[in-house]
């Protein structure tokens, strides 16, 4: 008979979560070298789709607490990766735009990102690999879509 522990450790939430936890951690201890986290990553990918864009826009859209934005952007500022300006349309506001090193930057941690995401899929074969991706994708889109 089953543990409780076990049936905790059997049950899907638990074992995406940990798979999740775990592929985080690998994407972020890769692109650390190029001196990012997960966020400085997100805010920097954000900024490149969206910019120029408001400082407070930005937030919204990553869902991002504005004094933790603050400080990424202090971050990738400082690094030279984007640029911070006034606002054209209300001088009030800061306008982000990613910077030619920030695009750079921002392949580089896409190549980083995307053989950390092999390496988690490795034990899986390509076949495997896109079943898995497709089901995810179904189950997300669930969830974003309730019926």
Known sequence: MASDLQRIQS???????????????????????????????????????????TQADLGRRLAVDPKDMVGALNHLQKEGLVLRA??????????????????????????LAKAANAELLAPLTPDEQKQLMALLTRLHEAAENPA
């Open 11 to 53: 049950l899907p939430t638990w074992l995406v979560g940990r798979l999740a936890a775990r592929g985080r951690g690998m994407v972020a201890d890769a692109i650390a070298v190029e001196g990012l986290k997960l966020m400085h990553h997100a805010v920097l990918a954000a900024t490149a789709e969206y910019g120029p864009i």
């Open 86 to 111: 006034p606002d054209p349309s209300d001088r009030r506001k800061n306008a982000v735009t990613v910077t030619p090193e920030g695009t750079a930057a921002l392949t580089r941690c896409a190549a």
